[in-house]
């Protein structure tokens, strides 16, 4: 039988006949917890598992990205039950100065393609950036696969994407996920895995390939798989010091579903407060007073994302009622933005660098916004509430840049 | 001893304050970021839905045995437990939603807390449906009944989610399995 992509990863993890709609026991080459769960994942693993709770210490992993350095005691109380847990098994803590954790498992060499990592970070999807299967879980589900390596799972049906058009600037992968999204809805992947195909997609580097997997889980999908190119292979098999095979698909695979988005003509997207999906041209919404500009997270958190706001900002200053924050996705990108002298650009721009992280969508280390702020943000959620009591645009670094710059919502 | 596979309670219809059926509900707005370093359940019931619209009262409202019926992609968004954990510590008895986002529905089915799939529920049924209402549900079939009359069909449940509720949980169900 032709295989798509996922179901070539998962018959690679199981002994179980792997078809749509089955359910299999997944072996998990790599398992991680982060902060936001960790601690209940240790509680849960010394109340089932107090003689033996870690199958195999070398796949496991604590991955600090939320709140760092925590800024409450609960938070700070939690991080060292996860550190103290990890000292006694002899397992590898990615601590609070390291980033996000599903950025730091790409950058490790953990996360390579046609691979199956889970974590407790719902974006950990984000890894079919590298054609891997990444899954967040809850923390339930984690203390199990901690303890046994594995978990049940049931095989998803598969949709391919196909994008015909190309992605010239201003725009990038940020615009393209949002014109997905936009035209899928927050359900249109629902339980699905999605592929994506096309000219614009084969031209995305990493640091795209990121951006479009990032919000996967907007779409209601299990993972949604960018079949990797020469440069991911070689960059994963680098991190991983060996070399990798990419899993592709089987080019008579079935599809429940195939998909054609055209971004011929497209322009640059914005998300409105309350919904990823409530997708427009942000020249709607141009002149919308903003109080706040968000550069970062796991959608759009690598040194090529700061590069483009760099570039737009740079010898300018932010309007002077904007209060902007740059938050690298990870240490490594941190280490490259200041080789690059782009920390002092961003100074120079009035626009305030943090450690990296999470940032805003966990109430992290940056703050949240307050009732009757508006925010435009290049993070990938903005659901009412989440990042604070004010309202929240989504949009691509580009246009946040653009629009810090104006004070108000503008196009780039 | 097996657990009840029919059930019955008290149900409640998550609409908006003016009366539309809400989708999307995602975990932010079921248990806020903002309570995310408690760990004991019993604590979680009181943040249930503490950042959905007009629904801030619920935990002080609900008894146990209540049933949820909720919209479509309910639980979308982040991977917390405590999405479904705040509703477990509340003692609600069972969620029916159009369809929910794909890590809540592991994590209800781990914590062997029952949840049925049943598209139109609250679109298209809920027109006959109204908070207070009591209905008995049987999670094999995925029968529900008010009054004695069949209202909805959802999805029965499938067969590892029935052994994991039978299990009361993930860890006991894999133990009986000797994983």
């Not at chain 1, 490259?336 to 450690?355: K, P, W």
């Not at chain 2, 629904?55 to 437990?81: H, M, T, V, Y």
Request: aromatic share 6%.
């Amino acid at each position: 039988m032709p295989q798509t992509m996922i179901e070539k990863i998962l018959a690679r993890h199981t002994g179980d006949e792997v078809e749509p709609g089955r359910v299999i026991w997944l072996d998990l080459d790599v398992r991680t917890a982060r902060d936001f769960g960790g601690a209940n994942v240790v509680k849960h693993l010394e109340r089932e598992y107090p003689e033996d709770p870690v199958a195999d210490p070398a796949r496991t992993f604590f991955t600090f990205d939320c709140v760092v350095p925590a800024n409450t005691i609960p938070y700070a109380n939690n991080q060292q039950i996860c550190r103290e847990f990890a000292r006694r098994h002899g397992i590898r803590v990615f601590d609070v100065d390291m980033g996000i954790g599903s950025h730091v498992v790409i950058e490790q060499g953990l996360a390579v393609p046609g691979c199956t990592l889970v974590g407790t970070d719902s974006h950990l999807n984000i890894l079919g950036a590298v054609g891997a299967f990444g899954q967040g879980m809850g923390d339930q589900d984690i203390a199990f696969t901690f303890k046994t390596g594995k978990t049940w799972f049931e095989v998803p049906r598969s949709i391919r994407v196909r994008v015909k058009g190309r992605l010239d600037e201003p725009l990038s992968a940020k615009d393209l996920n949002l014109a997905i999204l936009g035209q899928i809805g927050s359900t249109g992947g629902l339980g699905h895995s999605m592929e994506f195909y096309g000219e614009a997609i084969e031209g995305l580097s990493l640091a795209g390939r990121i951006t479009l997997a990032s919000m996967a889980t907007e779409m209601g999908a299990v993972v949604a798989l960018i079949p990797p190119g020469e440069e991911v292979a070689e960059y994963c098999g680098k991190r991983a010091g060996r070399r990798v095979e990419p899993v592709v698909a089987d080019e008579d695979a079935e599809y429940a579903e195939e998909i054609d988005v055209d971004i011929r003509g497209l322009r640059p997207l914005v998300a409105r407060p309350g919904a990823p999906h409530d997708v427009v041209e942000a020249a709607s919404v141009k002149g919308v007073r903003i109080d706040s500009a968000f550069f970062g997270s796991c959608t759009n958190g690598r040194l090529e994302d700061f590069e483009v706001a760099a570039s737009i900002l740079e010898g300018r200053r932010v309007a002077p009622h904007v209060m902007a924050k740059v938050v690298p996705a990870t240490r490594e990108v941190y280490g490259q933005l200041l080789g690059r002298g782009l920390l002092e650009m961003f100074y120079d721009a009035g626009v305030i660098v943090s450690n990296p992280g999470c940032g805003g969508c966990a109430s992290g280390q940056i703050g949240m916004t307050g009732r009757g702020e508006v925010q435009i943000s290049t993070s990938n959620r903005n659901f009412r509430g989440k990042q604070g009591a004010g309202d929240t645009y989504l949009a691509s670094p580009a246009t946040v840049a653009a629009s810090a710059l104006a004070g108000e919502i503008a196009s780039p | 001893m097996a657990k009840p596979t029919n059930i019955q309670g008290r149900i409640w219809v998550v609409r908006d304050p003016e009366g539309r059926p809400v989708d999307d509900i995602d975990t932010d707005m079921i248990y806020h970021n903002a309570h995310l370093a408690i760990t004991d359940v019993a604590q979680m019931g009181r943040y249930a839905f503490g950042n959905l619209e007009g629904w801030q009262d619920f935990p002080s409202k609900a008894e146990p045995g209540d049933i949820l019926i909720a919209g479509r992609n309910f639980g979308c968004g982040s991977s917390r437990q405590q999405a479904v954990d705040c509703f477990v510590s509340l003692g609600v008895s069972l969620l029916v939603a159009e369809s929910f986002g794909a890590i809540y529905r592991r994590n209800a089915i781990n914590s062997g807390f029952p949840i049925l799939v049943c598209p139109g529920i609250l679109h298209e049924s809920a027109g006959g449906l109204a908070s207070g209402e009591v209905l008995k549900v049987d999670l094999k079939t995925g029968e529900l009944r008010k009054d004695g009359a069949a209202v909805a069909r959802a999805q029965g449940f499938s067969d590892v989610q029935m052994g994991i509720y039978q299990a009361d949980g993930l860890f006991n169900f894999a133990r009986r399995h000797n994983l």
